[in-house]
């Protein structure tokens, strides 16, 4: 049984990569703690309230786009003991080098190069290149389209935004946001928002 935790448009695409792998709808159930989502559908399945004990010994996957709300949720049902299951669509390219961090999602069309390595509870999203020996830390999310060329590194909970490039070697700070489609050419040191070509530093809001 997996227990998605999450069911926003990003619970979509994790459920359409578990049909893609052929998991049963009966082996998966779907949990939000959003009082005006409990007792919905998403797909065939009724959405259904948790507190973190009741789920606690789970295989569970946390279906939530936003960085840090979803290492909150991983670190207390970590802490009751649940295990972070990680799911790679079956249409993702992921090299035999690489390593993906327990809990990440790798999505549909992605390539995930040899020797790169992700943290734990990552997304890798749509059609997103993470190239040969970069290395993301913890709850980084890659968001479609967006390329990182050979040996980046990302640091924890970082948002890659749609479309963006981030250049060879180039390093990005941890809770940093890169916006969409911005170009990334010197290191981002800073946690901070980065936007346009080529990327600049913008205050955060
Ligand atoms: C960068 C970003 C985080 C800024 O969001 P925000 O803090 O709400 O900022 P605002 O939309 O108020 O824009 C602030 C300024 O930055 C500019 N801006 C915002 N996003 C930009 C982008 N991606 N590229 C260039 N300029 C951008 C706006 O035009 C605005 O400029 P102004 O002050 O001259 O009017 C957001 O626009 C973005 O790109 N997010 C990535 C989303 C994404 O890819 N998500 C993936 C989901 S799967």
Aim: glycine share 14%.
């Amino acid at each position: 049984m997996i227990h998605l935790i999450g069911s926003g448009g990003h619970a979509r695409v994790v459920l359409d990569s578990l049909a893609a792998l052929g998991l049963p709808a009966q082996s998966i159930a779907v949990f939000d703690q959003n009082p005006d989502r409990i007792g919905g559908k998403i797909g065939s399945h009724t959405i259904q309230g948790f507190d973190a004990v009741q789920l606690s010994h789970s295989s569970v996957h946390i279906c939530i786009g936003d960085n840090r709300a979803r290492a909150n949720v991983a670190a207390a049902l970590e802490e009751v003991g649940c295990t972070l299951r990680t799911i790679v669509d079956p249409r993702a390219i992921v090299s035999a080098s690489a390593t993906i961090g327990a809990g990440t999602f790798v999505a549909a069309g992605a390539i995930v190069a040899t020797g790169a390595t992700t943290g734990r509870g990552c997304i890798i999203n749509h059609g997103a290149i993470v190239d040969h020996e970069c290395v993301l830390a913890d709850f980084v999310h890659i968001a479609p389209g967006a390329t990182l060329a050979g040996s980046v590194a990302i640091g924890q909970g970082t948002l890659v935004g749609a479309g963006a490039n981030v250049l060879p070697g180039i390093s990005v700070a941890s809770n940093a946001i890169v916006g969409a489609g911005a170009v990334v050419i010197d290191d981002a040191a800073d946690p901070s928002v980065y936007v346009g070509v080529p990327a600049r530093k913008v205050e955060r809001r």
